[in-house]
């Protein structure tokens, strides 16, 4: 096993107008499953790729252990990948996919079968040795895949959007089921993925990723609770936190012409700041509704009923110069009661719950002041 560390490593491919991944700082702890989340394009392919030796780094270097890997051949790394479409060679059974690797090194085949069923029992693959892959599901092969790398027996794993090739079903059964399997075996874990969900279930921390810049990288509930920035904010939750540009007042923020408060730290820093206005954020499930005249006004455009939850879609209500109530453009999402959500065209009057709000910089969405929760 072993840790990982980026040093301010970069990728900038020739004729590009900047780096796809600029000045990675990241440490990543023996035994960690760490996931690299982001926008198509963010980078985090690119940061793996590096790690496992099949992308030049420019600037900047990796290391593997107490190993300077920067300039080394993916073979010497010894790490073993996991990708998105499989890879498994669909003449050979499932047994010679798995230990292919080993055999390529030159182990003896009785030492191979016994690694080879160890795996598959690990993966309840044990009755699909003998089959080709096109005999087993998309599922299925995926833990094939999977077992080939547990085989080898590395000191990291790394892998690029494993999933995404399953149905929605099968996606939340084998995400689970490798969240598990990294624990039992506590080989260092480095994945990637494009869904954020996938992300925060799978995590020991998460790293966000942005036109190839770190973020922001925490555990999935510090990211939720404390996110550092507004591309954070908006990025990681489901459904998206509200978003809402308010100005500022001597006494808090105001949404619609009513007031909001906001912690004392944050109020402070925004003066001390100059600042006239200031990016509002609260999660769907950070509020309440009130009576009229308690809470700012929300009209309902789209109300979704899941079950156990509803969520309502409408618009902020705010004052005409001339005087008449119109909504604005901002689209806002509310947590509602499942059993008895707002009809499609109700008003219904919000009020953001005492430390549910977050405050963020309008100039460059940063997070403003300190914790207080």
């Known amino acids: 096993m072993a840790s990982i560390q980026f040093d301010q490593a970069t990728r900038h491919y020739p004729g590009a107008a900047r780096p796809s991944v600029d000045r990675l700082d990241l440490d990543i702890s023996d035994g ?22 099949l992308e030049e780094v420019n600037g900047g270097a990796i290391r593997i252990g107490d190993r300077d890997v920067t300039h080394l051949a993916p073979k010497e790394r010894d790490i073993a990948m996991v990708f998105q479409n499989y890879a498994l060679y669909p003449h050979m059974t499932v047994a010679d996919n798995m230990g292919f690797a080993l055999k390529i090194a030159g182990m003896p085949k009785d030492q191979i079968r016994k690694r080879v069923e160890d795996a598959a029992q690990i993966l309840d693959l044990a009755p699909y040795l003998d089959r080709k892959p096109k005999a087993l599901s998309g599922g299925q092969r995926q833990r094939v895949a999977m077992g080939r790398a547990i085989v080898r027996e590395p000191q990291v794993f790394l892998m690029d959007e494993p999933l995404s090739n399953l149905d929605a ?44 810049l770190l973020q922001q990288v925490d555990t999935p509930r510090n990211l939720y609770d404390r996110p550092g920035n507004v591309f954070v904010a908006g990025f990681i939750g489901s459904p998206a936190m509200n978003l809402v540009e308010v100005p500022i007042t001597a006494d808090g ?89 707002p009809a499609k065209g109700a008003v219904v009057h919000v009020q953001i719950r005492p430390e549910e709000e ?16």
């Open 32 to 53: 960690e499953f760490l996931v690299l989340v982001g926008p198509s394009g963010c980078g985090k392919s690119t940061s793996l790729r590096m790690l496992a030796g």
């Open 169 to 212: 079903k099968l996606r939340v059964q084998t995400r689970t089921q490798i969240a598990a399997l990294q624990r039992r075996l506590g080989v260092t874990t480095v994945y990637v993925t494009h869904d954020q969900v996938e992300a925060m279930t799978m995590g020991d921390r998460v790293a966000v990723l942005k036109d190839g």
């Open 358 to 373: 977050h405050v963020f910089s309008a100039e460059n969405g940063e997070r403003v002041g300190a914790d207080e929760r």
């Open 253 to 341: 923020a105001e949404i619609a012409g009513h007031a909001v408060p906001i912690t004392r730290s944050a109020l402070a820093a925004l003066h001390e700041q100059g600042a006239k206005t200031a990016t509002l954020g609260f999660r769907p499930e950070g509020i309440s509704l009130v009576d009229a005249g308690e809470g700012f006004p929300v009209e309902i455009l789209v109300v979704e009923e899941l079950g156990s939850d509803a969520f309502a879609y409408g618009r902020l209500v705010v004052d005409a110069p001339n005087g008449a109530a119109v909504t604005s453009d901002k689209t806002i999402t509310l947590r509602v009661d499942a059993r008895k959500p």
